[in-house]
């Protein structure tokens, strides 16, 4: 059986650096479940927001999630989008995997957002003001929480953060 890591969290908390960096470091897959459901959908999230709505694309993200489960064939470390940990059926379908909550200062999350959007000049849906940015973040933060591990990321370089994860989990 493959064995896999997902990283949850807020937007901006490095799941995707994080991500990509403990798989080279573990010679596993990076899956950027974002990315699977653009190829899915044939269209950027920020687009399947605006043309669909927010009810459709987590339908879209639980559905390329169970499939994910049930095409893993190699090791893998998984980032989840900002909201996917937030669905029951998605917590229920990952509990028998490690779940890795990468967590930072509002401050923190909010600048490192606005630094990758105007890098990439890819907007994030649901980012809008700091206020609505850190009201979402406490709504979800409950679930976050939910994790089988908590790495705080604030002001951490993604070695460091990596060799926390590894030094965490439980080794197989």
């Known amino acids: 059986m ?4 997902f990283l949850v969290g807020f937007m901006g908390s490095g799941k995707n650096t994080v991500g990509q960096e403990l798989a080279r470091r573990l010679a596993w ?3 950027d479940l974002d990315s699977c459901i ?3 959908e044939g269209q950027s999230i920020p687009e399947v927001f605006r043309s669909k709505g927010e009810s459709y694309f987590r339908a879209a993200e639980r559905a390329a999630l169970r499939q994910l489960l049930d095409s893993l064939a190699r090791d893998s470390v998984v980032a989840l989008g900002g909201g996917a940990f937030m669905d029951a059926s998605n917590r229920q379908m990952l509990r028998v995997w490690p779940t890795v909550f990468l967590d930072a200062a509002i401050s923190e999350l909010w600048q490192r957002c606005l630094d990758q959007e105007s890098a990439e000049d890819t907007p994030r849906p649901l980012r809008r003001d700091l206020d609505q940015f850190a009201r979402l973040y406490e709504d979800r933060l409950p679930f976050y929480r939910q994790a089988s591990l908590t790495i705080q990321t604030s002001g951490k370089m993604p070695a460091v953060i990596c060799a926390e994860i590894l030094l965490a ?4």
Do not use: G
């Open 2 to 5: 493959s064995r896999a890591i």
């Open 29 to 31: 897959d990076f899956v």
């Open 38 to 40: 653009e190829t899915l």
């Open 169 to 172: 989990l439980p080794q197989s």
